[in-house]
Nanobody
Framework: QVQLVESGGALVQAGGSMRLSCVASGRTFNGYAMGWFRQAPGKDRAFVAT???????????DYADSAKGRFTISRDDGKNAVYLQLTSLKPEDTAVYYC???????????????????????WGQGTQVTVSS
């Protein structure tokens, strides 16, 4: 059984930083897309950032406009993990952050960036990030 477990969410003041972690178990995601989405109160879940395989040990990162310049996604295939570093946090970043992974279509490099929920078939339970003003 595949599980994605997030951690690292917390209450922080505006301008602060934190790092979210997601560790997968049950299968390896080496060469597959892993990313982050978030759901703010009263809103739909939205894409934040993802990684796509470029072949070998290379991954490319893609970000939502709201995350560019402030958030950084990274991964450690040895730990089967993906991370999201959040900096310069704003109250509007308050949300439940979800880790997602996809093996849809198999292991292949050069696929288009996956930014839609439907393109991911594994999800974590979420971790709460609250940014106070």
């Amino acid at each position: 059984q595949v599980q994605l477990v997030e951690s690292g969410g917390a209450l922080v003041q505006a301008g602060g930083s934190m790092r979210l972690s997601c560790v997968a178990s049950g299968r390896t995601f080496n060469g597959y897309a892993m990313g982050w989405f978030r759901q703010a109160p009263g809103k739909d879940r939205a894409f934040v950032a993802t990684t796509r395989w470029g072949g070998g040990s290379q991954y490319y990162a893609d970000y939502a406009d709201s995350a560019k310049g402030r958030f950084t996604i990274s991964r450690d295939d040895g730990k089967n993990a993906v991370y999201l570093q959040l900096t310069s946090l704003k109250p509007e970043d308050t949300a439940v952050y979800y880790c997602a992974a996809s093996d849809v279509g198999g292991r292949q490099s050069g696929i288009p960036t996956r930014i839609r929920e439907i393109e991911y078939n594994y999800w974590g339970q979420g971790t709460q990030v609250t940014v106070s003003s």
